[in-house]
Nanobody, 119 residues
Framework: VQLQASGGGLVQAGGSLRLSCAAS????????MGWYRQAPGEQRELVAT???????NYADSVKGRFTISRDNAKNTVYLQMNSLKPEDTAVYYC??????????????WGQGTLVTVSS
């Protein structure tokens, strides 16, 4: 199983970006997909998660600005980020928890994608 993230870049404060992360491989189902971020010198933190049924969870710092969604048929998760702030600058990582394959159920991380918000 591989997770391929894309969509990061440089944006001015107040702007928008959309991240995508596609999981590939012989996947039967994915329980929870999500996004985490890690700023320089900081620990990795939760941004948002979404279950296969569509239930979402957001960090307080992004509520009302970010929207997570997923396409179960494509095993893809998205993160629409609006009203970006310089403090949103970080490497964003996608995650998939409870990925069911013929090998069993495991968790996976994607490679990070850098989001830089200039003031």
């Amino acid at each position: 199983v591989q997770l391929q993230a894309s969509g990061g870049g440089l944006v001015q404060a107040g702007g928008s970006l959309r991240l995508s992360c596609a999981a590939s491989g012989s996947i039967f189902s994915i329980n929870v997909m999500g996004w985490y971020r890690q700023a320089p010198g900081e620990q990795r933190e939760l941004v948002a998660t979404i279950t296969s049924g569509g239930s979402t969870n957001y960090a307080d710092s992004v509520k009302g600005r970010f929207t997570i969604s997923r396409d179960n048929a494509k095993n893809t998760v998205y993160l629409q980020m609006n009203s970006l702030k310089p403090e949103d600058t970080a490497v964003y990582y996608c995650s998939s928890a409870g990925v069911q394959t013929w090998r069993g159920r495991h968790n996976y991380w994607g490679q990070g994608t850098l989001v830089t918000v200039s003031s």
